[in-house]
T-cell receptor, first 111, second 120 residues
Framework: GQQVMQIPQYQHVQEGEDFTTYCNSS?????IQWYKQRPGGHPVFLIQ?????EVKKQKRLTFQFGEAKKNSSLHITATQTTDVGTYFC???????????FGPGTSLSVIP | DAGITQSPRHKVTETGTPVTLRCHQT?????MYWYRQDPGHGLRLIHY???????DKGEVSDGYSVSRSKTEDFLLTLESATSSQTSVYFC???????????????????FGPGTRLTVL
């Protein structure tokens, strides 16, 4: 079936270091969404990318959508303790007409 | 938070008992979803609804049923709970933008606070 994978599963960084999580799909995606879930909380929508090769920035966060629309990445520059949480990508698979979530990358930031 | 509430927020039950989780929204959204979240699996779609009495299965629907008799409420029922259904359950909605041909669904999911269910 359709799969959306993410790597790494866990990442521990020192505060101030950069962080990147990668999202890969087995099929072409109509769009990719990114969500953040704080410990004990619920997923919160961050951003959506639609176009091939699209790059969007939110302050220290940079989101990219691959040229083939099968992969995406989230890069955080100079992590802060407020960045702690699990980051999920979610792809809309056209033929399935559903959003499929990746397993998430859990980010820990050491002060 | 798109006016979504879930009840109960926590529940402990025994194997074989029926359980119903409720998702309530106050903003008249057409699309509603039930997900379960387990370590290593992310969020997996159980069932979804695209209108009153219109529901369909997601990727992990076995052992679950849903009902939507009113726009604002989407119920998830475990007819006979099993330990494998211990999980955190999230309800979500997505918007429908008005437009031609009945509107365009916005895929962004807005989640409720979740229900932690433990089946002993």
């Amino acid at each position: 079936g359709q799969q959306v994978m993410q790597i790494p599963q866990y990442q521990h960084v020192q505060e101030g270091e950069d962080f990147t999580t990668y999202c890969n799909s087995s099929t072409t995606l109509s769009n990719i969404q990114w969500y953040k879930q704080r410990p004990g909380g619920h997923p919160v929508f961050l951003i959506q990318l639609v176009k091939s090769g699209e790059v969007k920035k939110q302050k220290r966060l940079t989101f990219q959508f691959g040229e083939a629309k099968k992969n995406s990445s989230l890069h955080i520059t100079a992590t802060q303790t407020t960045d702690v949480g699990t980051y999920f990508c979610a792809g809309l698979i056209t033929s399935y007409d559903k959003v499929i979530f990746g397993p998430g990358t859990s980010l820990s930031v050491i002060p | 938070d798109a006016g979504i509430t879930q009840s109960p927020r926590h529940k402990v039950t025994e194997t074989g008992t029926p359980v119903t989780l409720r998702c309530h929204q106050t903003e008249n959204h057409r699309y509603m979803y039930w997900y379960r979240q387990d370590p290593g699996h992310g969020l997996r779609l159980i069932h979804y609804s695209y209108g009153v009495k219109d529901t369909d299965k997601g990727e992990v629907s076995d052992g679950y049923s849903v009902s939507r008799s009113k726009t604002e409420d989407f119920l998830l029922t475990l007819e006979s709970a099993t330990s494998s259904q211990t999980s955190v359950y999230f309800c979500a909605i997505s918007y429908l933008l008005p437009g031609l041909a009945g509107g365009r669904r916005v895929d962004t999911q807005y989640f409720g606070p979740g229900t932690r269910l433990t089946v002993l």
